[in-house]
């Protein structure tokens, strides 16, 4: 099996003691981390470490917040928010959150106003690909299933989520005073939801960074074109202006060919990526259909790629015509900087409307081809 490149990135947060450690060791592996009882496992500050899946081909890197607490909200927000938003922007899907998880306790009955405030509320805000876990279900206790439904409520009045995003897990065997054994909950819950969060995650959010991709090019030929007309004078010949202009409208075209070129790199290696990960994740549920699916979204998307994003890109972008107006020197880097803007914002509403609804009806359309 093919192992090279297959990553996933997962972060965790959660207050001390929700069973953050306990839950990663039942969703991802025995080993995956450290589970101590009474006492937090995770260092203060961003814990990150890596799990190798030598069964699925995987490797997971966790990303594990300290225990979070109401009078230390402010760094929570400052330190993991800040991660989140850098990997939200990235190009290379291989750099994204592909699952964040926050956890709360049943055993607590209760959703801190901080954890809405500071943390729930900006990570939904965002449209972040986040799944609430309620730690500690016992299914058989009615105590523990009415905590769950209130904290739920809660939840869904406040964050204008569905019950189903929410999943209830139990990571640890237990066995109660009486007798009772409280099995393990929502593996297979927390895997599909997985999946199910993943897709929407690379359907929104490829168009965003690909266009925005395309758009700090275009921000990055305007700053060099301003350069080089502002190095005119009044003695500069009239065939160097001439040259400037024309250096200027062959930039433009070489960086909108360049960024095509790796905006469709970007975007089929996003879709790889995620089908890979579907076909290696735990297989629970109807492993044969899903295969299939991901299959069908693999060979739509190899016979769509024959015509290529990077022409459906130049396509829509207007052709390059620089007009340069400005024949007296005097005049020279007035009239440049006044074609150079003119191009730009041409080209900037060109991407931002109509290249970045082509990205987003190719995403719309693998999607379906996965969900039919």
Not at 148 to 163: C, K, P, Q, T
């Amino acid at each position: 099996m093919d192992n090279t490149g297959l990553v996933s990135n997962i972060l965790i947060a959660g207050k001390t003691g929700v069973g953050k450690s306990a839950f990663l060791n039942y969703i991802y592996g025995r080993d995956v981390a450290e589970s101590r009882a009474g006492s937090p496992v995770t260092a203060e500050g961003l814990h990150e470490y890596e799990y190798y899946d030598l069964e699925r081909g995987i490797l997971f890197r966790f990303f594990d917040t300290w225990g979070l607490e109401a009078d230390r909200s402010d760094e929570w927000h400052e330190a993991v928010l800040s991660l989140v938003n850098k990997r939200e922007g990235a190009l290379d899907i291989a750099d994204w959150f592909h699952t964040i998880y926050y956890l709360l306790s049943i055993n607590s009955g209760r959703v801190e106003a901080y954890e809405l405030e500071s943390i729930l509320k900006p990570l939904y805000a965002k449209r972040s690909n986040v799944t609430i876990i309620l730690t500690n279900y016992n299914p058989d206790s009615a105590m523990n299933v009415e905590k769950a439904e209130a904290m739920e409520d809660v939840l869904m009045r406040e964050l204008g989520i569905s019950r189903d995003a929410m999943i209830r897990v139990n990571s640890v065997e237990k066995k109660m005073l009486g007798g009772q054994v409280v099995p393990h909950i929502g593996y297979e819950a927390v895997w599909q939801r997985n999946r199910t969060n993943l897709w929407k995650d690379v359907e929104r959010k490829l168009p965003h960074n690909l266009t925005r991709h395309l758009l700090t090019e275009l921000e990055a030929w305007r700053t060099r074109s301003y350069r080089s007309a502002e190095t005119i004078r009044m003695i500069t010949p009239q065939v160097m202006i001439s040259w400037k202009a024309r250096q200027i409208e062959k930039d433009l075209e070489r960086t909108l060919e360049a960024a095509a070129e790796t905006t469709e790199a970007a975007m089929a290696q996003g879709v790889r990526h995620y089908i890979q990960l579907m076909e290696r994740y735990p297989l629970v549920g109807a492993p044969s259909d899903l295969v299939f699916k991901t299959r069908r979204v693999e060979l739509g998307f190899d016979y769509w790629f024959n015509r290529t994003v990077r022409k459906m890109v130049l396509g829509m972008i207007p052709g390059v015509h620089f007009i340069y107006w400005a024949f007296k020197r005097r005049t020279a880097e007035r009239g440049i900087k006044k074609a150079i803007n003119q191009q730009y914002e041409l080209v900037k509403q060109t991407i931002e409307l109509d290249v970045h609804r082509g990205f987003e009806e190719e995403m719309r359309r693998l999607g379906r081809t996965l969900n039919q």
